[in-house]
């Protein structure tokens, strides 16, 4: 199909639009004519009393929506203040925050997950999680999902995060399901940095390794003497 063909084709349905436009707004027309004389019949009918009476039932209406206008202006702002905190408390959160589709891919993150793994919110948006975690831990990040498809109840697990300076960033995940406007499943999750412990863990295990070790060759010893 050649390109002068498809733009006749776009020509002709933005024409077709204007057309079902153009036909909509002239029936409009027509019934606003209609009810207009409807109106005028009907006043022309009432005495002067009964318009005096009309009228300042339209203008107490006319003042209760200006009323209702103000009030759902003001609602308005205080929506978007709620929302503008929740955003900053999103960002500014100590913790990573992440959201993920069913299949794994980043639904939205925070600003502190973003840092972690050395890139931005937008740049995670889509991709899998999985590939900013350890491939040791591929099965445990799938894993995860599974339990909670399976069970619906919160989960708990330790991930290894690929860090950009290269080296892996213990976390530990906190999850639970919901669903998404269309009923579709999401996993929310909380990721909280526990590399400072694991390192302390890791140095008291090879602490006390090295002691037993100590204790053995000193047993040994002794067996030896005996």
């Not at 002068?4 to 004519?33: K, P, V």
């Not at 107490?60 to 202006?73: A, F, G, K």
């Not at 996993?187 to 694991?198: A, C, G, P, Q, S």
Request: aromatic share 6%; proline share 3%.
């Amino acid at each position: 199909m050649t390109d002068d063909h498809q733009l006749g084709s776009e020509d002709d349905d933005y024409a077709e639009l204007r057309g079902g436009m153009r036909l909509l707004r002239e029936q409009a027309e027509a019934q606003a004519l209609i009810k207009i004389a409807q109106s005028a019949k009907r006043i022309a009918t009432l005495d002067p009393d009964q318009v005096r009476g009309l009228m300042h039932e339209l203008s107490v209406h006319e003042i209760e929506l200006e009323m209702q206008n103000e009030e759902l202006r003001l609602i308005q702002a205080e929506l978007e203040g709620a929302l503008g905190r929740y955003f900053e408390l999103y960002d500014l959160a100590p913790v990573g925050y992440c959201s993920l589709s069913e299949t794994g891919r980043v639904l939205q993150a925070n600003q502190l997950l973003a840092t972690w793994l050395g890139t931005s919110e937008q740049a995670l948006v889509t991709r899998p999680l999985a590939s900013f975690i350890h491939p040791d831990e591929h099965d445990n990040e799938y894993l995860l999902r599974r339990r909670l498809l399976n069970r619906g109840s919160p989960q708990m697990c330790q991930w290894r995060f690929l860090s950009h300076a290269g080296n892996p960033i213990w976390v530990q995940v906190q999850a639970v399901l919901r669903a998404d406007a269309k009923g579709a499943p999401s996993f929310h999750l909380v990721l909280t940095n526990i590399d400072e412990l694991k390192q302390t863990q890791q140095a008291l295990q090879a602490t006390l390794n090295e002691q037993n070790a100590r204790i053995q060759a000193l047993q040994q010893q002794l067996s030896n003497c005996s």
